[in-house]
């Protein structure tokens, strides 16, 4: 069975995250917006606030859940695209940084507001 690549499984897991987002009457606003070295999965709005969303994956738990391996360095990148995103799209919400914690085996989504 050929192995999976690694940003398939990425890709997945947002198209996952997306789905969850919509239910729960968000609107997607970008997918995978680019600002320097900094990537973020999803830009979302429920119409109160702008939501900058890194999606986790991971196949099990066996190393530590999803949500733990958003590191400092990657909310600051976060932090600083989201500006830039509400910036330069003259956005007048307030701003929130969320995480979608995906774990495969356990069949199991987890969405933080505010994480950080």
Same mark, same amino acid.
């Given at each position: ?6 940003t ?34 999803i ?8 939501? @900058?969303?890194?999606?986790? %994956? ?19 990148? %976060? ?11 003259? @956005?007048?919400?307030?701003?929130r ?20």
């Amino acid at each position: 069975m050929p192995k999976i690549k690694n940003t398939e499984r990425g890709k997945a897991g947002e198209a996952l995250a997306e789905a969850y987002l919509k239910e729960h009457g968000m609107t997607i606003l970008c997918m995978n917006y680019r600002h320097q070295r900094a990537e973020v999965d999803i830009i979302a709005s429920d119409g109160h606030e702008l939501m @900058i969303v890194e999606v986790k %994956l991971r196949q099990n738990n066996l190393f530590g859940f999803p949500e733990e391996f958003v590191s400092k360095q990657k909310e600051n990148l %976060l932090k600083l695209a989201g500006y830039s995103y509400k910036e330069a799209n003259a @956005i007048l919400l307030p701003i929130r940084f969320d995480v979608i914690s995906i774990s495969v085996e356990e069949k199991e989504i987890k969405y933080y507001k505010d994480a950080f």
